[in-house]
């Protein structure tokens, strides 16, 4: 499988994007990579891929199809050495399928996509101009209308395909969100009397149930729903019912940020809690106190949020 763009020359220390692999792991992930990507010929120098983790792979003649090295160290992760190159080669060749699925579908009318079109919940710093359709959600947050290629696989509805269209940008956008909530889900709880709701569903579009928070709460939440996303593939909810909010925002501040930190870089999407209210989604900034400082952390948001939290609160204290 040819290699078209190499990575540039980096040091030997294990990349950020897999730090669970040991300094032996990483040389071994390397060698699996060079014989990989080169088929086995050593005529020239090795690759060295470090800090560089983003390749474009492609047959002759043929547009390169983004590959992120993450992808295949997650994949191999749990696997013992001598599965690493058949699991490998079997994900690249998907991907190369799918590659070539995804030319076709972004030269397809809306009528043969309309029941392939979903929503995707993406950072914004993620969202370019090949992303017809695309709204900011918070400063972290945006949400995409993609089509489902296969697996986790999506690709983005670039503007030449939906001018092509001539379809108003809010019908695609409901027939996305309409493919979102026939999507199945499962709901799991804890054993709190309000619990926290842990959302999952197929094919790595946990996360985007974001956009269908109210649905899935399966109980009143008069005051808005705290939302938890830290990575794709993670979703957790939490309906504000009144004085146990400063609780769990304190809580669960420091817990998001944590899990966060610990998915692989090209997983994350907000290190903070969301709040999801009548006027849309914000985040919620949690600042713990230094251990042993006597004092209180500090939480952030809206004037709005924050008045909502210091009336859960007697008249003498301060939210955080």
């Not at 994900?91 to 699925?101: G, I, S, T």
């Not at 914004?124 to 489902?148: G, K, S």
């Not at 809580?251 to 090209?266: C, F, I, N, S, T």
Request: include cysteine.
């Amino acid at each position: 499988m040819p290699l078209f763009r190499r990575a540039k020359k980096a040091g030997a220390g294990v990349p950020d994007w897999c730090a669970w692999f040991s300094p032996a792991d990483w040389h071994r992930f390397e060698e699996l990579l060079n014989d990989v990507f080169l088929d086995g010929n050593r005529s020239g120098p090795p690759m060295r891929f470090g800090e560089h983790r983003h390749l474009s792979l492609a047959a002759e003649g043929e547009p390169g199809a983004p590959l992120d090295l993450a992808e295949i160290a997650e994949l191999v992760r749990g696997l013992p050495h001598t599965n690493w190159r058949s699991a490998t080669v079997s994900f690249l060749n998907q991907k190369q399928r799918l590659a070539e699925r995804r030319r076709e579908l972004e030269r397809a009318g809306f009528a043969e996509v309309r029941n392939l079109l979903m929503p995707r919940l993406v950072t914004v710093d993620t969202v370019t101009e090949r992303h017809a359709l695309a709204v900011a959600l918070t400063e972290e947050l945006a949400a995409v209308v993609v089509i489902q290629v296969g697996g986790t696989l999506s690709a983005p509805v670039p503007p030449e395909q939906f001018d092509a269209w001539q379809v108003d940008g809010s019908e695609v956008w409901a027939a996305a969100m309409a493919n979102l909530d026939a999507a199945p889900v499962s709901l799991r709880y804890n054993d709190d009397e309000n619990p926290l709701v842990n959302v999952e569903a197929d094919g790595g579009w946990t996360s985007t149930h974001l956009l269908r928070a109210a649905d899935l709460i399966d109980r009143p939440a008069p005051l808005g729903i705290l939302a938890m996303v830290p990575f794709h593939g993670h979703l957790m909810l939490w309906a504000v019912a009144g004085p146990d909010l400063h609780t769990c925002v304190i809580a669960y501040g420091p817990l998001v940020r944590q899990m966060w930190e610990d998915a692989p870089e090209g997983f994350r999407l907000s290190s903070r809690l969301l709040w999801i209210g009548e006027d849309g989604i914000e985040s919620i900034g949690v600042e713990p106190a230094p251990p042993g400082s006597g004092r209180p952390g500090v939480i952030t948001g809206s004037a709005r949020f924050l008045e909502m939290l210091a009336s859960f609160r007697p008249p003498d204290d301060h939210p955080g």
